[in-house]
């Protein structure tokens, strides 16, 4: 069945004429930026305050070897004030932000915009006490919880740059970000509870700072008063210092320039890298597409599931709602526990209207049945959300019908760390959606698809292809920290004058879009990005493993899993024991987001002969789909196929 054949799912009348954009109006917006961005941009840059309003627009260079991104460059403003101070008057006492904590047996906080602003004065003043000015680096390596959102306020309102380290990342990884930022401070937490158990925070820092200067201090959260070794000098605690802090702090005034936060994420070359976004275009663009996509309207409870870890937390639990000056709910804990009713228990506790969540959890969620989700009351759910990955259609339909009961329309948004909020998605009230299709282009986003080998642009449909965006958008990253030279050479290098996304895509004989998955060495584990090399790095690193290829291949909940071939050095014997042993050891060294789901034994692997290892062969064969491996006469050793073929570990 072609794609364009399957069902589609108009909005209802009362949703295409209640929504903020309809079809007409999108067409209408849409076209308008495209054909004057300077002047659509420079309209929805009113959404925000200025301390100094701009006069230039959009100033955008994407030639390679000269690339630079500027939105909005005279204008000056403060992130934190566009989110809190200026909410003060008419809703102070409005919910800010509705914390549930990780056991339903805990009590939820609903803390006020006012509440909102005297914590994050309050962290603020402790963070200057702390020696941290503006254009200092802070890691946040904190659970969810409210004093994450704090943290990355405090350190928009005094010009910090924030740089967030999901808590289940390990030691090492949070060290390699500590130095890569060059951090003054790293605010962690004692524990952090997560499905019912704790993950020492605290003692996972004390680790990463072994290997980090001496001058870097520790702000510690008690959040379980949890057991904790002290450094005296270097480690402060948070909770006293707050009883004692003023709870008020004047926001610094920032260029629209002004790098907010980085955040590191995985490459296809092995270090991570540390996406830069930046103060005014950022801000414009989370609180668009906010609004926009999620329909979202005055007095609704908005629900985004992610952590402030990955950067949907970052756009879309905090600073895009609340520059909305919206109700966010933040959740610490994980869809199955105590059971996998706790999503939907949750939506009707706090009687969510707008639930954003991804695909990976839906899948596991599907997978344990229905009764889960019948016992609970989700008639406040006005629509839905994916994001991470594309969403396949049995988990769409489901979600559609057992979540929604058929009445709310599904945004199944394609995005990056990299481009600061959505480029792709339908809009609810304007769009018949299309299971798995990411379907149309946000305002100001021109998406082509290019022939990837000769980098021309295919016309007409249906065709597919690579995945570039023509031209820029004022959430787009604007470098990779302290490597200007990598930001180009990785987005820029291998199709000039476009931004490559890494993702291939089809656009459908309608005009619509489908994401076909990444086209480089990176796999999409449960929606979160895993560059092949780190994987392959932390192998190689162990003492038995003299080299390893890592691929990715479908997996039933995850989406993709992580496959490894391993080549052992002389004289070791593959084991079971060895394989738990790597398995462990790239859970220790990156985090348990790595683990392998299968290490096969390579006696060797098949390379041509300068060297290069063939992925596309190691690809087919992960996926069990070794029929037409194509021409294998120029590898150096043939052979070595036929065997990896024969032990292969995922067999249909």
């Not at 936060?261 to 663009?285: A, D, E, M, N, R």
């Not at 609704?300 to 952590?307: H, M, N, Q």
């Not at 656009?507 to 999409?524: F, K, L, Q, S």
């Not at 780190?534 to 997996?555: D, F, I, N, Q, W």
Request: net charge negative; hydrophobic share 35%.
């Amino acid at each position: 069945m072609s794609d364009t054949a399957a069902k589609t799912y108009p909005p209802s009348d009362a949703m295409a004429a209640n929504a903020h954009v309809d079809a007409t109006k999108y067409d209408a917006m849409y076209a308008a930026s495209i054909s004057d961005p300077d002047g659509f941009w420079r309209e929805q840059g009113a959404r925000i305050d200025w301390i100094k309003p701009f006069t230039q627009v959009k100033d955008v260079d994407f030639t390679l070897g000269n690339v630079s991104i500027n939105w909005y460059a005279d204008g000056q403003l403060n992130v934190a004030a566009n989110c809190i101070d200026r909410h003060l008057e008419t809703r102070g006492d409005q919910t800010a932000i509705i914390w549930e904590p990780d056991s339903p047996e805990d009590e939820a906080l609903h803390i006020t915009y006012k509440e909102l602003h005297a914590q994050t004065c309050k962290m603020a003043n402790i963070l200057r006490d702390l020696g941290v000015s503006k254009g200092d680096r802070v890691i946040i390596y904190l659970p969810m919880i409210p004093e994450a959102a704090y943290a990355m306020l405090a350190c928009a309102r005094i010009g910090a740059i924030h740089s967030i380290v999901f808590a289940g990342f390990s030691p090492d990884a949070l060290a390699a970000r500590v130095n890569g930022s060059e951090a003054k401070v790293v605010i962690t937490a004692d524990e952090a509870p997560r499905g019912g158990r704790n993950t020492p925070l605290k003692t996972n820092a004390d680790q990463a700072l072994l290997h980090c200067k001496d001058t870097v201090k520790c702000l510690v959260v008690k959040r379980t008063g949890g057991q904790t070794t002290w450094v005296d000098g270097r480690d402060h605690d948070y909770n006293a210092l707050a009883a004692d802090a003023a709870d008020t702090c004047t926001p610094e005034v920032m260029d629209a320039e002004d790098p907010l936060f980085i955040l590191y994420t995985s490459g296809s070359t092995g270090q991570p890298k540390g996406v830069v976004h930046t103060t005014g275009g950022y801000l414009v663009y989370a609180a668009m597409t906010h609004e926009v996509t999620f329909d979202y309207h005055d007095g609704d409870i908005y629900w985004c599931t992610a952590d402030v870890g990955w950067v949907t937390g970052h756009s879309y639990i905090v600073y895009g709602p609340l520059a909305n000056g919206a109700t966010t709910l933040m959740f610490e804990g994980v869809p199955t526990y105590p059971d996998a009713s706790r999503f939907w228990q949750v939506c009707e506790k706090h009687k969510v209207n707008q639930f954003y969540t991804a695909p990976t959890a839906l899948r596991a969620l599907m997978g344990q049945g229905n009764s889960f989700v019948e016992k609970c009351d989700l008639s406040s759910l006005k629509l839905l959300g994916t994001v991470g990955e594309p969403i396949n259609p049995e988990a769409w339909n489901w979600y559609n019908e057992i979540i929604g009961g058929g009445r709310c329309p599904i945004v199944d948004t394609w995005w990056q760390t990299e481009t600061g909020g959505h480029l792709m998605t339908p809009l609810p009230g304007a769009h018949a959606m299309k299971p798995g299709s990411a379907m149309k282009p946000f305002f100001g986003i021109k998406p082509v698809i290019l022939e990837p080998t000769t980098a021309e642009e295919l016309q007409g449909n249906p065709v597919e292809g690579v995945l570039c965006i023509a031209d820029s958008w004022p959430g787009q990253m604007r470098s990779v920290w302290g490597d200007h030279e990598r930001f180009e050479k990785t987005y820029f290098a291998d199709y000039p004058g476009y931004y490559f996304t890494g993702d291939g895509a089809k656009r459908d004989a309608d005009g619509d879009y489908w994401i076909t998955g990444r086209v480089d060495d990176v796999i999409n584990v449960s929606g979160h990005r895993m560059g092949t090399a780190e994987v392959e790095s932390a192998l190689v690193a162990h003492p038995k493993v003299a080299e390893a290829a890592t691929v990715g291949y479908p997996h039933d909940i995850k989406g993709q899993g992580i496959y490894c071939y391993v080549t052992l050095m002389g004289g070791q014997e593959p084991t079971e024991e060895l394989r738990k042993e790597l398995r462990t050891w790239v859970r220790t060294e990156i985090g348990p987001i790595a683990s392998p789901d299968l290490i096969q034994w390579a006696p060797g692997l098949p390379k041509t002969r300068s060297g290069k290892i063939m992925r596309r062969i190691l690809r087919k064969i992960a996926e069990d789909d070794f029929g037409a491996l194509g021409d294998t006469s120029t590898l150096a050793d043939p052979s070595v196929v036929d065997d990896l073929i024969e032990n292969r570990m995922n067999r249909s």
